[in-house]
């Protein structure tokens, strides 16, 4: 009776928790927005105070002059935040937080198109909500497992780690790729919205493959897809992003950020 409960909450949980991504696609989310705003809120709050934060006046300008025209697409007051660090990497967080690597405004050496699409990914990740959709997929993951757990297939430890394995990377790990491949769109069509090149999205690409030196992990086995799956999928995208972008061009947005 227990299981048979149990199994009936989760299907309801799924059934009331299923919304569509803003490319369209079939999205679950449990957790309560406000909820997952707070938390973006206290991990920037956090970073702020463990991570150092640039005082470059060049690197500050150009971060926050990208992060601006992108953000007038989008709507929404965003903290920009340049973090003295020499890892390639930028985030966006719920609650409409950015934080960019020094690391990475050298990688770019002062292109702005090429900055503008990272920049324009991680604000993908935010407005698809899939920050939301990674705590619900291991929520419900976790109910799931629990379930099992108390059946006669849950008595065995090997069975179980088995069952977590294929969880691991038959669910979790190709959410996060496709969550990944849906912010490159996403963050292409920022970009260009905005007047930023969108052709400079695969450059960009094409640099952190250099910088990454091959040293990837089997795709199955990443979060991320594979720079030529990245690039590829880019490309196929791109008569939709210049479509956009001489739009933009055409309509006067055309930032000088460099």
Not at 228 to 252: C, K, N, V, Y
Request: proline residues 5%.
């Amino acid at each position: 009776m227990l299981q048979k409960n149990l199994l009936v909450l989760l299907t309801t949980t799924l059934l009331a928790a299923c919304t569509t991504s803003p490319t369209g696609r079939n999205q679950l989310l449990v957790m309560p927005e406000a909820q997952i705003d707070q938390m973006g809120l206290q991990t920037f709050s956090a970073l702020k105070t463990k991570k150092p934060i640039s005082g470059n006046p060049q690197a500050n300008r150009f971060a926050h002059c990208i992060a601006n025209a992108i953000t007038q697409q989008t709507g929404g007051n965003w903290e920009v935040v340049v973090f003295q660090d020499e890892s390639l990497n930028a985030f966006a967080l719920p609650g409409n937080k950015i934080g960019v690597y020094t690391g990475l405004i050298k990688l770019v050496g002062g292109n702005q198109n090429q900055l503008a699409a990272v920049i324009g990914h991680e604000i993908g990740h935010v407005l698809a909500k899939h920050s939301n959709e990674r705590a619900s997929q291991q929520m419900v993951m976790q109910q799931g497992m629990n379930i099992i757990g108390q059946t006669t297939l849950g008595q065995n430890p090997m069975t179980l780690g088995l069952l977590g394995l294929g969880a691991q990377y038959g669910v979790l790990m190709p959410f996060s790729r496709t969550q990944e491949s849906e912010a490159d769109v996403i963050g292409q069509e920022l970009m260009a919205k905005a007047g930023f090149d969108p052709r400079q999205s695969v450059i960009l690409w094409q640099k952190m493959g250099q910088a990454s030196q091959g040293k990837e992990p089997a795709e199955f086995m990443s979060t991320h897809p594979a720079h030529a799956t990245r690039i590829q999928d880019l490309e196929q995208h791109m008569p939709q992003a210049m479509s956009l972008f001489q739009q933009a061009q055409a309509s006067g947005r055309q930032p000088h950020c460099n």
